[in-house]
């Protein structure tokens, strides 16, 4: 097993971390104080071709593979985590679903702008009593001619703010749960959305997360996928989302670890810097075994999706490992800054409250150890 990047997977991971280096970090603590939707620094990223990574070229994307788009993630993440979770949604939750799942009217329609940075998606799956209980969709997509009326409310929807197009998944047949939801794909500037007001949040801010009220007519052409099996398509985009998410936690768990260490070696106490003492260098030790080790379960998961294997237990795993490692390396970057951590505005304060969501969008940890746990116990071993 080769435990390293290809030279070419290499060398993107190198491009796209100086574009995150030099456009997007700039931007980092205005996009948290603002909570603004960055559209500029997004339409930059889609200039390097990060609105398509793993959509192919004949329909505006990159072409690359899993563990390229991962990289790439971690490093935008070490820049700016709003930026990066933006980005996730957009790839993993609707292009990727999109590609796998669209007809070619609807690739032709969506796909090659999505691809390409002429517009962004958005996905809108969690409503006010479906969050980790996704299935209980209350959203109904009535059938009507030719199509359906969609009623109902969803909440959090990541991008709304900007978003030109939603998934938006609904019940078609009341009763039967994860059996009877299907996906539509829904412009945003259609009569019968109301968007509501952003949600101002801990942290990720500026993610354009906003909650959504449907009362509009689509027609069968909107369907994505097929009737009744929307759920399946939702649980099939979110295995790389969370993948995605693992990455996004890493690169803000590398951030407050970078931070920490440039601190510690100048700050002074008792007459030399505290990186010489054991108590902070066992911080890092841990937050970098912690990481590393998160991070060669969020390759291998990319890989697995790379080679089309099944890999259910697999992006939880680094998605559950990757957040509550990330998690933890931040709260040791609080610990070893102190009141320099500690004070509005610094960097390792915005990561502190970054990291937190990666334990909870895209499934929480609770519903990640529920489908390792019942992919343990289907195994019989581990
Ligand atoms: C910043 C942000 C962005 C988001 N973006 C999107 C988006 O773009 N699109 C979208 O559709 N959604 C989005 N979400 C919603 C997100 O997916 C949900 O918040 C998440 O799935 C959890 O649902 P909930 O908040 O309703 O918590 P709940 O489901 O109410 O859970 C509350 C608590 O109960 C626990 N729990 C629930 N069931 C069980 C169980 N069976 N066993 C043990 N514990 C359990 C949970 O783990 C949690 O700790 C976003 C959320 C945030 C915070």
Known sequence: MILELSPAQAAFRTSIDAF???VVAPRAAAIDESGEFPADVIMAAAEHGLLGVTIAKTWGGLGLDYLSYAVAIEAVARASATVAASLVVH????????????????KDLWLRRLASGGAIGAFALSEPAAGTDAANQKTKAARIAGGYHL????????????????????????????????????????????????ADSLGV????????????????????????????????????????????????????????IA?????????????????IQWMLADAATELEA????????????????????????????????AHKAADR?????????YRRGSVVERLFRD????????????????????????????
């Open 333 to 341: 970057a609080m610990q070893i800054l102190a009141s320099a951590g």
């Open 205 to 260: 801010r500026g993610l354009g997360c906003m909650d959504l009220d449907f009362d509009l007519t689509v027609t069968d052409d909107q369907v994505l996928g097929s009737v009744d099996q929307g759920f399946r398509a939702a649980m099939w985009a979110l295995q790389g989302g969370r993948i995605a998410i693992a990455a996004q936690a890493l690169g803000i768990g590398e951030a407050a670890i970078a931070e920490a």
């Open 20 to 22: 995150a280096t030099t």
């Open 91 to 106: 790839n993993s939750l609707v292009t990727e679903l999109l590609a796998h799942a669209g007809r070619a009217r609807q």
């Open 263 to 279: 601190f510690a070696k100048t700050r002074q106490a008792f007459g030399q810097p505290i990186a010489d003492y054991q108590a």
């Open 294 to 325: 998160a991070r060669m379960l969020t390759w291998k998961a990319a890989d697995a999706k790379d080679r089309q294997e099944r890999i259910t237990t697999e992006a939880s795993m680094a998605k559950l490992a990757a957040s509550e490692a």
């Open 151 to 198: 009623t109902g409310r969803k909440v959090w929807v990541a991008n709304a703010d900007r978003a030109s197009v939603a998934i938006v998944f609904a019940c078609t047949r009341p009763g039967l749960r994860g059996q009877g939801v299907t996906a539509f794909l829904v412009p945003m500037e259609a009569a019968g959305i109301t968007r509501t007001a952003r």
């Open 355 to 382: 990291v937190r969501a990666t334990e909870i969008y895209q499934g929480t940890s609770e519903a990640q150890r529920m489908i390792i746990a019942a992919g343990v116990l289907a195994a019989g071993r581990v």
